[in-house]
């Protein structure tokens, strides 16, 4: 698979592999992500981040005030901010006609509604290792955002008929503040060389960017590393290095 991308030769790009969500009713639809109101394996994988605005240190290190003497605590505003909402946004990457004469859309979506069997079926196009449902459809309720990519195939003989599949996914975690990490990105392989995966970050990016997020970090394998850094990525930034920590048996 691509790791989130269609522009890149890998397989599978973003550290934690992807979601294959669980049951959360009959139809098996994940309820779309809460973005505002939930608070928040990699084996030769390495961390890569993102500095737009300010330096990670600059952010890590916003709540203090240095002077000559000593560091002092700056006091929080005495009136809390308000969150605005995040609006969901759709919009129509692609339009062409199919050899048969139906015609495609490419539908980029923030709503976070997914179908889990849809993800799933996806995942396994992919080649990622299953997870717990349970977990996956945590990780999708507890993401600050879900982006998704469909295609909608209707068909040029009968008038309404149309045909919906997932074809594309990425979600992002934050503090709502100063951080977000992207997880999570894939797209199916017989959409991969069209640029999708590249328009897909760049809309998760730009949303980050939007709620003055500018710190954003991501793992990626080995194989996508220059696809990132094609981004504006940076791997190991400033010496900052990745850690893992895994219970020892």
């Not at 139809?27 to 394996?41: K, T």
């Not at 977000?180 to 980050?208: C, F, H, N």
């Amino acid at each position: 698979m691509v790791a989130a991308f269609a522009v890149t030769p890998s397989s599978s790009i973003c550290g934690v592999c992807i979601p294959t969500a669980c049951r959360s009713e009959a139809r098996g639809i994940v309820p779309a992500a809460r973005f505002l109101r939930n608070r928040s394996q990699a084996n030769r994988r390495s961390a890569v981040a993102w500095s737009l605005k300010a330096g990670l240190w600059d952010s890590l290190k916003s709540g203090f005030l240095k002077t000559s003497n000593s560091t002092e605590t700056v006091e929080p505003p005495t009136t809390p901010l308000e969150e605005e909402e995040l609006v969901p946004e759709e919009l129509v990457l692609l339009e062409r006609t199919l050899p048969d004469g139906s015609t495609e859309q490419i539908l980029f979506s923030s709503a976070g509604d997914i179908d889990i069997y849809d993800l799933q079926a996806l995942c396994d196009k992919v080649g990622w290792p299953r997870r717990p449902l349970t977990k996956i459809a945590a990780s999708l309720r507890n993401s600050y955002l879900v982006a998704t990519l469909h295609s909608i195939i209707r068909s040029s003989e009968t008038e309404g008929e149309e045909k919906k599949q997932l074809i594309g996914m990425a979600r992002a975690t934050s503090d709502h503040a100063f951080n977000a990490t992207i997880w999570d990105v894939l797209v199916d392989p017989s959409y991969q060389g069209q640029g999708l995966g590249k328009t897909l970050m760049e809309k998760v990016i730009r949303t980050l960017l939007q709620r003055d997020i500018s710190n954003i970090t991501l793992f990626a394998d080995s194989k996508v590393v220059d696809f990132y850094k094609n981004m504006g990525f940076e791997a190991d930034p400033q010496g900052i290095k990745g850690m893992f920590w895994y219970p020892r048996v």
